[in-house]
């Protein structure tokens, strides 16, 4: 789990705030994710970022905003939230996007409490 | 309707025992992967399985893909304690590029000491 590290690891905010997610990954990896997992509902995948470039946008509200900087680094920006949007966090990467053997490797997530 | 669903949703066994877990998917598929998730943090990856490829081993875990019915199966044998996680099929679909995983709502397993 080292590989891939996220913070901050819980976060609680009101509808108003703004805060930002970060996500590092200290394995070379090309492709970054971000996926949201919310109480009996399967993993939803949000953002994908291959090569610094996004890929996938998922519908996801804009109320959610990914930035990427480079290959080892992924934000996610939230201002006014709802509380439906309080959920576990999880960001992923790998290497080989696309290859038939790529697998993905998790961050610890990050509890987010919408107030 | 999601790609896929694990079968059953919850799961209690002694320990020693052996443990399956099945998954149902709808749409082609690149591969099949397996993870485990402990309480509450990230997903850890188990197994793979290729789309041409019918069984896999890894430890004391065994796979099996049958991609005539969508399926794929997941044995843990010799269950231990730890064994004790949540736990998640999710396939790559077939079509190439960076698409993500499409993960099923999971099989919680307990493994009583």
């Known amino acids: 789990e080292t590989g891939v590290t996220q913070t901050p690891r819980h976060l609680v905010m009101g509808m108003t705030n703004k805060k930002s997610l970060k996500c590092e990954q200290h394995?070379?990896?090309?492709?970054m994710y971000w996926y949201k997992q919310s109480a009996k509902k399967p993993l939803e995948l949000m953002f994908v970022?291959?090569?610094?470039?996004?890929?996938e946008n998922n519908s996801v509200p804009s109320r959610f905003s990914p930035e990427c900087p480079n290959s080892s680094h992924l934000f996610l920006h939230l201002h006014t939230l709802q509380p439906e949007d309080s959920a576990l966090y999880l960001c992923?990467?790998?290497?080989?996007?696309?290859?038939?053997?790529?697998?993905?490797?998790f961050g610890p997530g990050t509890r987010l409490t919408v107030l | 309707s999601q790609q896929g669903e694990e079968d059953p949703q919850a799961l209690s066994i002694q320990e020693g025992e052996n443990a399956t877990m099945n998954c149902s998917y709808k749409?082609?598929?690149?591969?099949l992967q397996w993870y485990r998730q402990n309480s509450g943090r990230g997903l850890v990856h188990l197994i793979l399985?290729?789309?041409?490829?019918r069984e896999k081993h890894s430890g004391r875990l065994r796979v099996t893909l049958d991609t005539s019915k969508k399926s794929s199966s997941l044995l843990i044998t010799a269950s231990r304690a730890a064994d004790t996680a949540s736990y998640f099929c999710?396939?790559?679909?077939?079509?190439?590029?960076?698409?993500?995983?499409?993960f099923g709502k999971g099989t919680h397993l307990i493994i009583q000491p």
């Open positions: 399985i290729r789309s041409n490829e």
């Open positions: 992923a990467s790998s290497q080989e996007p696309g290859q038939d053997t790529d697998t993905q490797y």
């Open positions: 749409t082609s598929i690149n591969n």
């Open positions: 970022y291959s090569l610094e470039e996004r890929v």
């Open positions: 999710a396939t790559d679909a077939n079509g190439g590029g960076a698409d993500g995983l499409t």
């Open positions: 394995l070379g990896h090309n492709a």
